[in-house]
């Protein structure tokens, strides 16, 4: 059963996002009782034992001290994005912070354009004004609504788009090492930094958790690190043009969840902006798709995915 579920990428794809909203509501529902600074120290710790573990097993080699400095330095980053988002998921719907929260890949281009010099297509400007009209319609429209008052909506918003531009340079700052290092020694960094960073100065400052948060904190590093364990193993399966649609289902899993354990119901505003939001980022992963094939002098079937 395991091998058939495995040998089918959409599925273990979807299981996989499906998984992740789910992080995200764990979040939104215990880190106002628990903590913020222990979920994030704690969830990355589980996340970076089974990640080092992982990495161990594979016997993977040694980083190079470039690699690690490099690493070290995306993953704070990692960590600051982290912070801010789980946030603005305890100020905000679970649907609206996961819709808004696809901004990222509209600022990926002006940030690859800042640090790697990419050139910025008229086509993807386009496509990031529309989007971001998409964005002031979902806030504006949800922002008349009382019933969206769920906690200090500007420090969530605020919060929120801190994370989406840190994670775009994060996105890009992958780009640049994708070649040089595999999937595995990534996420090994990507959870042992932040917990190396977080975990002293959490028990230094604040002490040690209480017990009964332990197992929630281990559930979230452990859904944490299947995420992208899934998500690696669907990649490597399918097509990534095949799967790129799968990542907006996240916005019916929060819409559910949300309904579900906090009794939110996002308006009309919301949905048509992240209608919005998603064309967009579909506008943007095509044309970066053919013009690559533009440059390669190729069929867009023809190109390496």
């Known amino acids: 059963m395991l091998t058939r579920f495995l040998a089918m990428p959409v599925l273990v794809a979807a299981v ?26 704690w969830r990355f710790l589980f996340g970076g034992v089974l990640a080092f ?31 801010t988002f789980f946030y603005a998921l305890t100020q905000l719907r679970l649907a609206e912070a996961t819709a808004l929260g696809f ?12 640090v790697i010099g990419e050139r910025i297509s008229p ?6 004004v529309l989007g ?23 420090l969530g918003l605020i919060s929120l788009f801190s994370s989406t531009v840190g994670y775009a340079f994060v996105l890009v700052l992958l780009r640049m090492r994708a070649t040089k290092e595999d999937a595995t020694t990534i996420a090994m960094f990507t959870n042992v930094v932040p917990a190396v960073a977080l975990l002293p100065i959490t028990l230094g400052l604040f002490g040690f958790p209480a017990l009964a948060s332990l197992p929630l904190f281990l559930m979230l590093g452990v859904l944490g690190y299947s995420v992208w364990f899934l998500m690696t193993l669907a990649y ?26 906090f009794d939110e119901l996002p308006g009309w505003p919301l949905w048509l902006g992240a209608v919005i939001i998603v064309a967009s980022c579909f506008i943007v992963a095509f044309e970066d798709h053919y013009r690559t094939r533009r440059l390669a002098q190729m069929p867009a079937s023809d190109l390496p995915e």
């Open 16 to 41: 996989a996002i499906f998984l992740g909203t789910c992080v995200d509501a764990l979040v939104k529902g215990i880190a106002p009782g628990a903590g913020l600074h222990y979920l994030l120290a």
């Open 53 to 83: 573990a992982v990495f161990r097993a594979k016997k993977r080699p040694r980083p190079s001290n470039a690699a690690i400095r490099f690493h070290t330095a995306r993953g704070l980053l990692q960590l600051f994005c982290a912070f």
């Open 103 to 114: 901004t990222a890949s509209l600022l990926v281009a002006p940030v690859a354009r800042v």
């Open 123 to 128: 086509i993807a400007v386009g496509a990031a």
């Open 132 to 154: 971001f009209g998409g964005v002031a319609l979902a806030v504006l429209g949800a922002g008349g609504d009382p019933e969206a008052q769920t906690g200090n909506r500007a």
């Open 236 to 261: 490597a399966r399918a097509p990534a043009q095949r799967l790129a649609p799968l990542e907006y289902s996240a916005l019916i899993w929060s819409a559910v969840i949300g309904l579900i354990f």
